[in-house]
């Protein structure tokens, strides 16, 4: 079964950038599309992005669009978001999760158990 753990984390000031991890195990996550989500202290979780199967299409929350990337690289069975230009309203722990479908549709596979996740924080 297909596992995702979440890394990269950290604090930075507001301008600064990070590259989030997500890496599978236990399953190739190259037939799966990949979301991002992120979940701020009071707030509900939201999708960040998404990238679907063989990366042939992404996704991204309006509010970070110009300044997330997200790739993949299914050799390393490894899917990573890179964030530039940081804001505090970025602050939230961050998850990934594979899609029930090879393309982007917003559902979580139902077979997920959601991990850790990785504490982002940007602060001055």
């Known amino acids: 079964q297909l596992q995702l753990v979440e890394s990269g984390g950290g604090m930075v000031q507001p301008g600064g950038s990070l590259r989030l991890s997500c890496a599978a195990s236990?399953?190739?996550?190259?037939?799966?599309?990949i979301t991002w989500f992120r979940q701020a202290p009071g707030k509900e979780r939201e999708g960040v992005s998404c990238i679907a199967s063989a990366g042939y299409k992404t996704t991204y929350l309006d509010s970070v669009k110009g300044r997330f990337n997200i790739v993949r690289d299914d050799a390393k069975n490894t899917v990573y978001l890179q964030m530039n230009n940081l804001k505090p309203e970025d602050t939230a722990v961050y998850y990934c999760?594979?899609?029930?479908?090879?393309?982007?549709?917003?559902?979580?596979?139902?077979?997920?158990?959601w991990g850790q996740g990785t504490q982002v924080i940007v602060s001055s």
């Open positions: 236990g399953s190739t996550l190259e037939y799966y599309a």
């Open positions: 999760a594979p899609e029930t479908y090879t393309y982007c549709s917003g559902l979580v596979s139902p077979n997920h158990s």
